[in-house]
């Protein structure tokens, strides 16, 4: 089993950036895939952004192309999510998953965070 554990949320400015930091424990071999997905209020979990851990390959949500990066440090096993030109239309909560298969719209890992609070002012 693979534990992770968000941080990195907070409050910010519309047009502001924030980092978040997905540090994974436990099974850590058995990582293939890592992404993020976000819930807002009253909202479904929607997918943000996911990384192939061994070739690095991303995948973005349409909504934060051009905006957010994913990246990762195998050797932390450490996933994260550069946010910039945050809206307040970002405003969610952001967790962490895992899984063995590509992570993206519709299909996400068994490996869930407890999530962190983003939260943009405008």
């Known amino acids: 089993q693979v534990q992770l554990v968000e941080s990195g949320g907070g409050l910010v400015q519309s047009g502001g950036s924030l980092r978040l930091s997905c540090t994974a424990s436990g099974r850590t071999f058995s990582i293939v895939n890592m992404g993020w997905f976000r819930q807002a209020p009253g909202k479904e979990r929607e997918f943000v952004a996911s990384?192939?851990?061994?070739?690095?390959?991303?995948s973005y949500a349409d909504s934060v192309k051009g905006r957010f990066t994913i990246s990762r440090d195998s050797a932390k096993t450490t996933v994260y999510l550069q946010m910039n030109s945050l809206k307040p239309e970002d405003t969610a909560v952001y967790y962490c998953?895992?899984?063995?298969?590509?992570?993206?719209?519709?299909?996400?890992?068994?490996?869930w965070g407890q999530g962190t609070q983003v939260t943009v002012s405008s």
């Open positions: 990384i192939n851990w061994g070739g690095g390959s991303t």
């Open positions: 998953n895992s899984g063995p298969n590509r992570i993206r719209t519709g299909f996400s890992g068994n490996n």
